[in-house]
């Protein structure tokens, strides 16, 4: 059975109306090929310093770290986003949240436990197809370790097993004893595939909050956004409801909208 890996990364900010929770579905067995081109970029923005020695681009990408000086790095990135998702290198998803929602008031609870009853959410109805299940969310989203990871591992997998059954012969299925083999909490500054999320999660955000509406909003962050967005509408993925959300919807790159109903059931972690 394939192994598959999630990395996943949150924008959110105070005072934002909309959160946005993404992850990056990949093959473990893809991940060195997509390392390897973000090595590549890197190497493509080196410099030379005064002593003739060559410096690669180091630094942490990351939306807030968008700038004109560096617009042409984010602009090289983003471009291998859209095309590893052409090449089905790995799929991305983002949960969108009206945080405004009476039902995601009271159920859910943001500002606590209903963080990571949310991002249950994305895993779960993400996660589509029988495999062993590693996940990897940006560690900055627990920082005080108020959460029970361990827990969630636990809820997950036993959603994953009552999910996966039916598709699988009874034989195959009664060898896999976890499907999610691990949630395990990393650092972004090391972690260069969820520096990926990152910026194409703030790229959406950034259009979904309405920054670049603000005075002094950023030129290069703007650009950025329509750089995304242009390539967004050119895969065909990309759809307008109302005036307040943005949906994408195919089989690599999905954007959907999470209304919890009423009468939801939230898991407890």
Request: charged letters at 30%; proline letters at 3%.
């Amino acid at each position: 059975m394939k192994t598959i890996r999630i990395y996943s990364d949150e924008s959110r900010h105070r005072g934002e109306r909309f959160l946005l929770l993404g992850g990056l579905w990949i093959e473990e067995t893809k991940v060195g090929a997509v390392e390897k081109r973000l090595n590549q970029l890197r190497n493509k923005h080196s410099y030379t310093n005064d002593k003739g020695r060559k410096i690669l681009f180091a630094g942490e990408l990351k939306w807030t770290k968008v700038s004109t000086k560096y617009y042409n790095v984010y602009k090289d990135l983003v471009d291998i986003f859209f095309d590893s998702i052409a090449k089905d290198d790995f799929r991305f998803c983002c949960l969108l949240l009206d945080t405004q929602l009476p039902e995601v008031i009271q159920y859910a609870n943001i500002k606590k436990e209903g963080y990571f009853k949310i991002l249950y959410q994305l895993y779960y109805h993400n996660s589509k197809t029988p495999a062993i299940y590693k996940i990897f969310p940006d560690k900055i989203s627990n920082p005080a370790k108020r959460f029970n990871l361990p827990r969630l591992q636990s809820v997950l997998d036993g959603a994953l097993h009552r999910k996966f059954r039916p598709m699988m012969n009874p034989a195959e299925f009664s060898q896999v004893d976890d499907f999610v083999q691990c949630v395990t909490p990393v650092d972004s500054k090391k972690e260069q595939i969820i520096q990926l999320v990152d910026v194409v999660l703030g790229a959406i955000g950034y259009f979904q909050n309405r920054h670049f509406k603000k005075q002094g909003a950023k030129k290069a962050k703007v650009a950025l956004m329509k750089y995304v967005l242009d390539k967004m509408i050119l895969s065909g993925a990309m759809h307008f409801t109302g005036k307040e959300f943005i949906t994408a919807k195919s089989t690599r790159f999905n954007i959907w909208i999470f209304k919890p109903k009423k009468n939801q059931k939230w898991v407890k972690v």
